[in-house]
């Protein structure tokens, strides 16, 4: 369903060079459900909050969870599709004060 390298969305990243990162599985995601049941799969990514720069590609930032019909088919960890380093001062500054108002 979900290959690995494929991005599932950008999150923020206080302090990062680009201010956000790209995320994704790190390897490719399986399971197994009943036939002509794939479009009732539901997904939901849960990201920590807060995340800080540097991150590390290998460092994980959330979790992938697959559900059908309330039950879990499938939680896979969530990883930086690169690993994101941190941002110049004035960058780290800014962040700095906008985590402090967030």
């Given at each position: 369903?979900?290959?690995?390298?494929?991005?599932?969305g950008k999150a923020?990243?206080?302090?990062?060079?680009?201010?956000?990162?790209?995320?994704?599985?790190?390897?490719?995601?399986?399971?197994?459900?009943?036939?002509?049941?794939?479009?009732?799969?539901?997904?939901?990514?849960?990201?920590?909050?807060?995340?800080?720069?540097?991150?590390?590609?290998?460092?994980?930032?959330?979790?992938?969870?697959?559900?059908?019909?309330?039950k879990l088919v499938?939680?896979?960890?969530?990883?930086?599709?690169?690993?994101?380093?941190?941002?110049?001062?004035?960058?780290?500054?800014?962040?700095?004060?906008?985590?402090?108002?967030?």
């Amino acid at each position: 369903m979900h290959q690995a390298g494929t991005a599932l969305g950008k999150a923020r990243v206080f302090g990062a060079e680009d201010g956000e990162a790209a995320f994704g599985p790190a390897s490719d995601v399986f399971f197994t459900i009943p036939r002509g049941r794939s479009a009732e799969v539901v997904a939901a990514i849960e990201l920590r909050p807060g995340l800080q720069a540097p991150l590390a590609a290998d460092a994980p930032v959330g979790k992938l969870r697959l559900t059908l019909d309330g039950k879990l088919v499938a939680l896979r960890d969530l990883y930086p599709l690169a690993a994101v380093p941190e941002g110049g001062i004035f960058r780290r500054a800014w962040d700095g004060v906008a985590a402090w108002l967030d």
